[in-house]
């Protein structure tokens, strides 16, 4: 049976924020998706590949909500087993998303609202970012303030496919990647506010989130627009149909 920690005061209080914001980033990722299935714009014939991607993506999803769960019902020990299935699971993500990523371009796919190259960019260091947050949180997986805090941050940058989804992308363009962007950050700056209404301080693993999450915006800008940038770009997609589309090109808007 796993062990049961019980606690008071603040540290009951965290418990209970954590696990809420995890069901809460759930639901964005769950409503961004509907919404789309609802709407005829994604369906259930997409290739196997795409499928695979969901299974992985929305797997480490419930496992997020569940280990929040854990904590909060005072199951330490399970919680602690259970993380080295959730480290694999997060190495695994980063292999299938990126493939995914690539493919999708490729074969000429992204969406309409982000040039190709972004869109690329985009995808690749959510991934790298994500991992390396994850990577810093089991790191850090006996100083549960900051483990906790890491892993957070991590999953909000993964909100923003459920993010992209409910807003109005279309008229966001040029700033898409911008708007989804300030969408998920509402997430580690709604932490902050907690920390300082429980504790009135704010924890230093958030800033480290969020200066990583900020980094990660703002490579995707720079790289983008610079010879590096172009060269991977021409590498991804070389004997491929992307090839022949300009990189930093918004694709023409789909018929309605």
Same mark, same amino acid.
């Given at each position: ?26 639901? *964005?990722?769950?409503?961004? &998706? ?16 795409? +499928?695979? +991607?969901? &299974?992985?993506? &929305? /797997? ?6 569940? !280990?929040? /769960? ?8 399970? +919680? ?11 190495? *695994? ?14 074969r000429g796919a992204a969406p309409f609202f982000f040039t190709p190259l972004g869109f690329l960019l985009m995808d690749c260091l959510t991934l790298l970012t994500f991992g390396g947050l994850t990577a810093a949180a089991i790191r850090m997986r006996r100083r549960t303030d900051w483990h906790r805090r890491l892993m957070y941050c991590g999953m909000?940058?993964? *909100?923003?496919?459920? #993010? ?42 958030? #800033?480290? /989130? ?6 990660? !915006? ?22 491929? =149909? /992307? ?7 918004? =694709? ?5």
């Open positions: 049976m796993a062990t049961r920690v019980r606690t008071g005061g603040v540290v009951d209080s965290d418990h209970r924020f954590f696990f809420v914001m995890a069901i809460i980033m759930a639901l *964005t990722l769950v409503s961004g &998706f509907s919404v789309q299935l609802a709407a005829g714009r994604s369906s259930f014939h997409s290739p196997l590949l795409v +499928h695979v +991607h969901a &299974f992985v993506f &929305f /797997g480490w999803t419930v496992f997020y909500v569940l !280990q929040n /769960g854990l904590i909060a019902n005072g199951s330490v020990a399970l +919680h602690r087993r259970l993380g080295w299935v959730g480290a694999f699971w997060a190495a *695994t993500m980063i292999v299938v998303g990126s493939t995914t990523a690539i493919v999708m371009v490729r909000a940058l993964l *909100t923003g496919p459920g #993010w992209g989804r409910l807003l109005p992308m279309p008229f966001m363009i040029p700033w898409a990647d911008w708007g989804v962007f300030a969408a998920f950050m509402i997430f580690p700056l709604v932490g902050v506010v907690a920390d300082l209404r429980r504790t009135g301080r704010v924890h230093p693993a958030w #800033w480290v /989130g969020i200066g990583a999450l900020v980094c990660f !915006q703002l490579l995707i800008g720079l790289v983008a627009n610079s010879p590096l940038g172009l060269a991977l770009y021409d590498m991804a997609m070389a004997g491929s =149909p /992307g090839a022949v589309i300009a990189p930093l090109a918004y =694709p023409p808007l789909p018929p309605l």
